[in-house]
């Protein structure tokens, strides 16, 4: 059974930072590539950092780029998100979920871990 624990969010003043994480099981966690997702309230999810298998190649979101960084541990089956220089729109609960940008278990979603960016 495939199960996406988020964890790391948090309430945060603009400018400071966050790590998140996401524990995976139930599947080959290596074999997948894997994305970190937001939605804000009254928003579509979207997709806002993607790692390949390996880690040779990751993607961003024009909004997060430069600010934000995905990595993964495949010995821990763990994928993090470092959050740099938080503004209040990126306030939202953050969602992992196996694929490249579009998600693999659509059906599967973990609890999601809130961020909140207010001073």
């Known amino acids: 059974q495939v199960q996406l624990v988020e964890s790391g969010g948090g309430l945060v003043q603009p400018g400071g930072s966050l790590r998140l994480s996401c524990a995976a099981s139930?599947?080959?966690?290596?074999?997948?590539?894997m994305s970190w997702y937001r939605q804000a309230p009254g928003k579509e999810r979207e997709s806002v950092a993607s790692?390949?298998?390996?880690?040779?190649?990751?993607n961003y979101a024009a909004s997060v780029k430069g600010r934000f960084s995905i990595s993964r541990d495949n010995a821990k089956n763990t994928m993090y998100l470092q959050m740099n220089s938080l503004k209040p729109e990126d306030t939202a609960v953050y969602y992992c979920?196996?694929?490249?940008?579009?998600?693999?278990?659509?059906?599967?979603w973990g609890q999601g871990t809130q961020v909140t960016v207010s001073s």
């Open positions: 979920n196996a694929g490249w940008g579009t998600p693999f278990f659509n059906q599967q």
């Open positions: 139930g599947f080959r966690f290596s074999s997948h590539a």
């Open positions: 790692i390949s298998t390996l880690s040779r190649s990751t």
